[in-house]
């Protein structure tokens, strides 16, 4: 059974930095992508960031420059650091891994940001 299990979640301050992690097991095929998503209360998941099995990588309109997203493939890991958090990052963060050509999610770390 596919597990995706996030940590590194948590409160920090405007300004701060956090660095998300994600680690895929159960499974013996190969990722071809994984990306980060985020939901905030009453508004619609979106893509924060992805990264291909070649290493490509895209990032949302509002994270470019302040978040990095990388991964390790040996360890079926995707992970993301954060900086310069602001009150609109504060989320659920979401982990997806695609394999197997279908999409399989996390159980999502929450993110807070607040003075």
């Known amino acids: 059974q596919v597990q995706l299990v996030e940590s590194g979640g948590g409160l920090v301050q405007p300004g701060g930095s956090l660095r998300l992690s994600c680690a895929a097991s159960?499974?013996?095929?190969?990722?071809?992508?994984m990306s980060w998503y985020r939901q905030a209360p009453g508004k619609e998941r979106e893509l924060v960031a992805n990264?291909?099995?070649?290493?490509?990588?895209r990032y949302g309109d509002s994270v470019k420059g302040r978040f990095t997203i990388s991964r390790d493939k040996y360890k079926n890991a995707v992970y993301l650091q954060m900086n310069m958090l602001n009150a609109d990052d504060a989320a659920i963060y979401y982990c997806?891994?695609?394999?197997?050509?279908?999409?399989?999610w996390g159980q999502g770390t929450q993110v807070t940001v607040s003075s």
């Open positions: 997806k891994a695609r394999m197997y050509g279908r999409d399989f």
């Open positions: 159960g499974f013996t095929g190969t990722i071809t992508a």
């Open positions: 990264i291909l099995i070649n290493g490509e990588h």
